[in-house]
């Protein structure tokens, strides 16, 4: 009796089991089907039924394969074709018992993935997924990183060509340039610079040259007067390494007159210029008096001097101006004039982008201090003023008088307001009208708010507006140099002090940008 309910046992303990898995199965997200080695249905789940829409097809325990794949290519799952081939060679397939992984498009355009591994016992158990979402965004993220590669390629091809531009104009303008990176280190070194100290061009104009090379071939020579050579080297090098800006006259052994000009660089180094003033001086030694203008001159463009780019830009501009006569031929004048645009061009691209990339790297360090609002909006309106004028517009201000203090850095805070109101300048057309407001906003912050009566933008171009590199595209807008990151630097900035920017625009009306800042930001009122 007891070998006889022994395989009844079996079967009642296996049905159970079944109906534990398959119950537990149906708190999966996937569907699942696990099929014998005779290819007949021994488990499925709910949510196969929901994902293939097996609505209408009964399931049950013992089910052949080739039925499930007989319905599916009745209903056109397998696409076109005749029925019992499909069939047949969707059974060939499956009788290989070969572990397998696909994607397939339904009908509908859902998108299915597949996996499918055999059994040790024989027969195979399938996991049905539906990832039409992902796929989706997979394609988007993929269109959209080949759209970012193809932009960031045409900016690169830019930024080379103005590149090149420069490293042809370093090589012929009448001072020497070097730049050493935070390591000592040249980066940059220019033709004329070896000229004008006797440094030989084989050895010294070159691209990771350490800066005590220099020093020590200078002290051999006797460039810094009498005493020990490694001496006089590290002396200099530890004035070097405070990284500060500094402007001295040398003169030579051989009686020549240097003016040296060097300017720290945002992400450490510095860069320098060289200049040969010997006749120069000579001459404010025999009539300072008379000199004492050009003097404060060029003291005053040599502050100018920061960067080897604004170095060629005043360059540029003294030659443009003719301060020292004309140029003789008219090419030379578009020459100049290509050098100057370029030179500011690219020192605002690169200037946006460095700002820029210290934002994202979360390594802005603001300088706090208390000022007040309004003064900060009347700074902006002083500095924007002039190129108002230029188009004949109406500047209006809105500044109550109990506007608070503000815990702020006065500078980076200032940019934002002068980055929204050039935007307003920039796309209002002559004799439009601009208004800067300012408030307290409900929650205990402030608000400023910079409305024109410019050309506006749909939502999609306020979006283009507030991507990086991003540039609306119309007849006006084209015919106005830029960069494209204006507004995502003022995010940033604005996002540094906790503050946020909305936007209101309308096409052929104008646009309204409120500038936020949370209350901590308030120091009274």
Not at 439 to 448: H, I, T
Request: charged fraction near 25%; include cysteine.
């Amino acid at each position: 009796m007891a070998k006889k309910e022994e395989p009844a046992s079996l079967d009642a303990g296996t049905d159970k089991m079944l109906a534990l898995i398959t119950e537990s199965a149906n708190f999966l997200n996937q569907g699942i089907s696990v099929f014998d080695e005779d290819f007949c249905l021994v488990l499925w789940n709910e949510r196969l039924v929901e994902i293939l829409e097996f609505s209408n097809l009964t399931f049950y325990r013992g089910m052949p394969l080739e039925e499930l794949f007989r319905y599916n290519a009745r209903r056109g799952e397998y696409g076109d074709g005749e029925i019992e081939q499909l069939v047949q060679e969707r059974l060939t397939l499956a009788r290989r018992l070969e572990p397998h992984h696909f994607d397939r498009i339904r009908p509908d355009g859902s998108i299915i993935e597949i996996r499918g591994n055999p059994l040790p016992s024989g027969g195979f158990a399938t996991v049905y997924d539906d990832v039409t979402a992902r796929r989706k965004a997979e394609q988007d993220d993929q269109v959209h990183r080949e759209e970012l590669e193809s932009e960031v390629a045409a900016r690169t091809a830019e930024v080379e060509r103005k590149t090149q531009l420069l490293e042809t104009t370093l090589e012929n303008i009448a001072q020497g340039i070097t730049v050493f990176d935070d390591d000592l280190i040249t980066q940059v070194v220019n033709e004329r610079f070896c000229e004008l100290l006797d440094f030989p061009v084989d050895r010294f104009k070159k691209h990771g040259i350490p800066f005590a090379d220099y020093m020590r071939f200078n002290a051999e020579r006797g460039e810094y007067g009498p005493g020990e050579i490694e001496d006089l080297v590290n002396e200099r090098l530890e004035i070097t390494r405070k990284f500060e800006a500094h402007t001295f006259h040398r003169e030579r052994p051989d009686g020549t007159i240097v003016e040296v000009i060097g300017r720290p660089l945002p992400k450490g180094g510095f860069v320098t210029t060289y200049s040969d003033i010997t006749e120069h001086s000579k001459a404010i030694k025999s009539a300072e008096d008379a000199s004492k203008a050009k003097s404060e001159f060029l003291a005053n463009m040599s502050h100018e001097l920061r960067t080897p780019l604004n170095a060629i830009i005043g360059f540029a501009d003294a030659m443009k101006n003719g301060i020292f006569g004309g140029l003789g031929a008219p090419q030379y004048d578009e020459y100049v004039d290509s050098i100057y645009d370029s030179g500011h061009h690219l020192l605002n691209l690169i200037n946006d982008i460095l700002d820029l990339s210290v934002i994202e790297a979360g390594k802005l360090v603001l300088r706090d201090s208390n000022v007040a609002m309004v003064d900060i909006a009347e700074s902006a309106l002083r500095m924007i003023q002039p190129k108002a004028e230029q188009k004949s517009l109406a500047m209006e201000r809105n500044l109550p008088s109990d506007l608070p203090m503000l815990r702020v850095d006065e500078r980076r805070l200032t940019q934002v307001l002068l980055n929204l109101m050039f935007n307003a300048v920039k796309f209002t057309k002559i004799g439009g009208a601009i208004t800067l407001s300012a408030g307290r906003s409900s929650d205990g912050g402030a608000w400023f708010n910079v409305n024109d009566t410019g050309i506006g933008m749909n939502k999609d171009e306020i979006g283009t507006a507030l991507s990086e590199f991003g540039q609306v595209e119309s007849t006006f807008t084209r015919q106005h140099d830029g960069t494209g990151l204006g507004l995502p630097l003022t995010i940033g900035l604005l996002e540094a002090h906790g503050g946020k920017l909305s936007i209101e625009s309308t096409p052929g009306e104008g646009t309204s940008i409120t500038a936020t800042l949370p209350k901590d930001r308030i120091v009274s009122g």
